[in-house]
């Protein structure tokens, strides 16, 4: 069983920076990809960024040239460094972790969620 606990979120204005991060407890040697999604009012969940553990990723197209996710195996937590936010970027934001090494689809465990809302 893994735990998945997301913090860092809030209110930004557009064109600043929010670091969310991701930590992992229980069975964390069973973990390969970890990753961001996020979902808006009236819109499906997608993704955001995705790293396996041997650091390849994958990311959005909206969102690549402004976020960089990171991960730190031996704190087992994942970070996604927000920079240059927009008002469309306002969701709930999601961490996510599979066994496996997969950039398109996310795995099994899921956070409870934070908040980022980017308003002037």
């Known amino acids: 069983q893994v735990q998945l606990v997301e913090s860092g979120g809030g209110l930004v204005q557009p064109g600043g920076s929010l670091r969310l991060s991701c930590a992992a407890s229980?069975?964390?040697?069973?973990?390969?990809?970890m990753g961001w999604y996020r979902q808006a009012p009236g819109k499906q969940r997608e993704l955001v960024a995705v790293?396996?553990?041997?650091?390849?990723?994958n990311y959005a197209d909206s969102v690549k040239g402004r976020f960089t996710i990171s991960r730190d195996n031996a704190k087992n937590t994942a970070y996604l460094q927000m920079n240059s936010l927009k008002p469309e970027d306002t969701a709930v934001y999601y961490c996510?972790?599979?066994?496996?090494?997969?950039?398109?689809?996310?795995?099994?465990?899921w956070g409870q969620g934070t908040q980022v809302t980017v308003s002037s």
């Open positions: 996510n972790a599979g066994v496996l090494p997969l950039l398109a689809v996310p795995g099994n465990y």
């Open positions: 229980g069975t964390i040697f069973s973990i390969n990809a």
């Open positions: 790293i396996t553990r041997s650091l390849s990723t």
